[in-house]
């Protein structure tokens, strides 16, 4: 018992004398994940199982593939193909799993909150002890402040895919059933989809595959004629954070496919059966319109969960971001003691402020060199060095300086052959502007898992071989990793028996062979053996009998 709260802390594990391996591992730094999505698992699948006392806390079980969850809403897909659970994830680094979320992170005593509801009602709370943590608990979803959420269906946990397809069977058979109005009919078979992101359109062009090719073998032809499917989005187009052409191309083939795509348009509420929105015309003028409709699919978005904002609220002066856990370039997060707590994933961004680093750097080597800093002008080699540093340090950065001779004649401004330092400032404030936040996807989540995973590793390396002085007072992580450099390997999306790709601005929209581009992608990317085989046995089975159209 202790901490801030005097709660049970938990000191030994169930399993930790059960094998070698274990009783080994038991002795090691302890190692405490909070999540188990795709940062979690990229962590967990690449650090070395023998050197950490490795344990997963997270209320969900299992691991969920998140990008082929639109398809298994109506049956594309089965649930079981998605989902790999957690335990056996974790067996394979000796590793332990509780079932629980985290509450709060108590920095000074190296102590996680933990809380486990019981089927009674009742809570358990403990503390978890750790010597590393990481934060990597996502994100939720984003209600915009729009009334009538309850009315709605999310997509984000595989109960949620769930829930849409009971309601997508329901409504087509009450649909169905005599002494339903041709207008009732109507609205149960109107689908609104609120939000034009990659989540929404997936859903959206799933559902359309599914009302074409499974629904007229399996229900009256009837009911085809009456089926509409809308997608309300606030941006001006769908896809926004596409390459444009992908953006175009997916709305143009949703229009001939007679999905109805309502741009500029903004969801005010929600009612049991109609959405209220509003929505911008030709002249700019906002008009109040409504859609009736019998299944309204709320995907606009996600925001912070409240741990997330318990951990930056409070390390205060040091975080500042109001959407996410900001971290250095290492991913530790920012005003936590160093080297001890990181954060990845949805939840978390990286801060870039070369401006600040460089200038704080100067200044320490102007008050040495016994200068005024605002006196002080940098050669040519010496802005040289600087950019070398910066690119080292900050790798997002590195595209914004390739042209470093030419971004030093272009800022100095008085053409004196040296950078002073206000025209420094504005260069190195020009190059923060430029560097854009990494995207909230699990490419993102899971290149930062597998960064720290081997990260982890080479740290128990160090610990074993550097001498102690050596460490101290030393950035560690530094000495002996780079910083984390995210390679985007291009955006995808499925629109309707068609898929489009954004790759570093190349674009590729396309019918069949882009399909099965899309789907080998994510094949190769699954976790394990046993969800590939699943998945394959999915597609095979809906090319040969259709889609499985049972809740
Ligand atoms: P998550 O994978 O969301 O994992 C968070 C984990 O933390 C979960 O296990 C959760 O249960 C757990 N957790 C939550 N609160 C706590 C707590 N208090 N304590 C402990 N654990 C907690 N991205 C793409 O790149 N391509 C796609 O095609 C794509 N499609 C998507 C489709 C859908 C339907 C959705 C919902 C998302 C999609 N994404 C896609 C986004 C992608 O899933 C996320 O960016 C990714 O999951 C982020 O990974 P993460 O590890 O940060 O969080
Ligand atoms: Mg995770
Ligand atoms: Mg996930
Ligand atoms: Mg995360
Ligand atoms: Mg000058």
Redesign the pocket.
């Known amino acids: 018992i202790g901490g801030p709260k005097n709660l049970p802390i938990l000191e030994s594990y169930l399993d930790d004398e059960e094998c070698e391996a274990k009783k080994i591992s038991s002795h090691k730094p302890r190692l405490v994940i909070?999540?188990?999505?795709?940062?979690?698992v990229g962590l967990v699948k690449n650090v070395n199982p023998n050197d950490y006392h490795i344990t997963v806390?997270?209320?969900?079980n299992h691991?969920?593939f998140?990008?082929m969850?639109?398809s298994a809403t109506v049956g594309t897909l089965e649930f079981r193909s998605l989902v790999e659970p957690i335990r056996r994830i974790v067996a394979s680094v000796n590793g332990h799993y509780i079932e629980a979320?985290?509450?709060k992170v108590e920095f000074q005593d190296r102590l996680v909150e933990v809380k486990q509801h019981l089927p009674d009602g009742s809570s358990r709370d403990f503390y978890v002890p750790y010597d590393k943590l990481v934060v990597?608990?996502?994100?939720q979803t984003n209600s915009h402040g729009v009334n009538g959420l309850e009315y709605c269906n999310f997509?984000?946990t595989i109960e949620d895919a769930r829930l849409v397809r009971e309601k997508v069977f329901r409504n087509l058979e009450l649909a169905c059933l005599p002494g339903t109005s041709e207008d009732e009919r109507k609205r149960l078979l109107s689908f609104v989809v609120c939000g034009g992101g990659?989540?929404g359109v997936?859903f959206a062009a799933e559902l359309y595959d599914f009302l074409n090719e499974d629904l007229c073998n399996t229900y009256p032809k009837l009911l085809r004629n009456l089926v509409s499917v809308h997608i309300v989005q606030s941006q001006g187009h769908i896809l926004n954070t596409y390459d444009e052409k992908i953006s175009q191309y997916a709305q143009e083939r949703f229009i001939n496919d007679s999905i109805d795509v309502l741009t500029n348009a903004r969801v005010k509420s929600v009612e049991p059966d109609r959405v209220i929105f509003s929505q911008k015309n030709a002249d700019g003028v906002a008009e109040n319109k409504e859609l009736p409709c019998g299944m309204c699919l709320w995907?606009t978005g996600v925001t912070l969960?409240?741990?997330t904002k318990d951990i930056a609220a409070s390390l205060p002066g040091h975080q500042r971001n109001k959407r996410a856990i900001e971290t250095d370039t290492h991913l530790r997060v920012l005003g936590a003691p160093l080297g001890e707590v990181y954060a990845?994933?949805?939840?978390s961004t990286v801060r870039t402020n070369i401006t600040e680093h460089i200038v704080e750097f100067l200044k320490t080597y102007a008050v040495k060199a016994n200068v005024s800093i605002e006196n002080y002008e940098i050669t040519f080699q010496q802005w040289r060095d600087i950019a070398q540093n910066i690119k080292r340090r900050f790798p997002q950065a590195s595209e914004h300086l390739r042209r470093v001779d030419s971004l030093f004649t272009e800022f100095d401004q008085d053409h004196s052959g040296t950078l002073a330092f206000a025209e420094l400032t504005a260069l190195l404030k020009n190059i923060d502007s430029k560097v854009t936040s990494l995207p909230?996807?699990?490419?993102?989540?899971n290149q930062q898992?597998i960064y720290l995973g081997r990260k982890f590793t080479k740290l128990a390396r160090a610990q074993e071989s550097l001498a102690m002085d050596e460490v101290v007072n030393k950035d560690i992580d530094d000495l002996v990793h780079r910083p984390f450099a995210y390679h985007h390997l291009g955006?995808?999306?499925y629109v309707g028996n068609a898929a489009v790709f954004d790759f570093n601005g190349y674009s590729l929209v396309g019918g069949l062979v882009a399909v099965y581009l899309w789907r080998s992608v994510y094949f190769a990317q699954s976790v394990s053996f046993r969800t590939r085989a699943l998945l394959f046995m999915d597609w095979l089975t809906r090319g040969l009998f259709g889609r499985d159209i049972t809740p």
């Open positions: 909070l999540g188990s999505g795709w940062g979690a806390i997270s209320p969900r691991f969920l998140t990008p969850l639109p979320s985290a509450e990597a608990v996502g994100s997509l984000k990659p989540t997936e995907s969960c409240d741990i990845i994933g949805d939840c909230a996807t699990a490419q993102r989540a898992g955006s995808l999306a």
